[in-house]
């Protein structure tokens, strides 16, 4: 029972961080638009027509393992609604290696924490510190590990505005500062 709680907080700890998109802003900020208010999503592929928009500011976002591109594209909409922008070109989409770990297999349970303790059927005897197993008959055996990689998904997007948006946005900003 003890171990169904454990289980428990670790499954909601992954879901809690797995919806986590970090995104980070540098341009100019606009009054937000409306929720309603569509925003056209240019990939990387296609070609903004030209003249009719204008960058106004560069998103950057880190997507953890497991969020779907759906979910991708209502963070890049949002965003862009926040900022006042029409419009997003993805610019480019990379894989980013976040951590390199040797995980047991399935049979053999052994965990890192472990390394360098005495346990029954586990010692800390290669040079690096790995644990090794010892089967019953008291032999040292190669523990059946594999090497894993996490990764983490970089979206890079430009925000765009209409070119005539743009302009009487500017305006107002100028009349607003000059107000004051």
Do not use: W
């Not at 240019?42 to 779907?68: N, R, T």
């Not at 480019?92 to 049979?107: D, F, H």
């Not at 690096?128 to 008959?137: A, E, H, M, R, W």
Request: net charge neutral; with cysteine.
């Amino acid at each position: 029972m003890r171990n169904l709680g454990k289980y428990f907080a670790a499954i909601c700890c992954m879901v809690f961080a797995a919806g986590c998109i970090d995104v980070e802003y540098i341009g100019q900020d606009f009054p937000p638009l409306p929720e309603t208010s569509p925003v056209l999503i240019f990939s990387a592929d296609d070609e903004v027509p030209p003249g009719e928009f204008q960058v106004i500011g560069k998103l950057k976002m880190s997507v953890p393992p497991g969020i779907d591109m759906v979910e991708v594209r209502e963070k890049i909409s949002g965003e862009a609604r926040e900022h006042g922008a029409s419009a997003a070109r993805i610019v480019s989409m990379e894989k980013k290696l976040v951590n390199r770990y040797y995980g047991a297999s399935r049979q053999e349970s052994v965990s890192p924490m472990l390394a360098g303790r005495s346990t029954v059927g586990v010692r800390a005897a290669q040079p690096d510190g790995s644990p090794t197993k010892i089967n019953s008959f008291g032999e040292v055996v190669e523990p059946n590990r594999t090497y894993r990689e996490r990764y983490m998904h970089v979206v890079k997007v430009q925000l765009l505005m209409p070119v005539k948006d743009h302009a009487r946005a500017v305006e107002l900003r100028r009349a607003a500062a000059e107000e004051k």
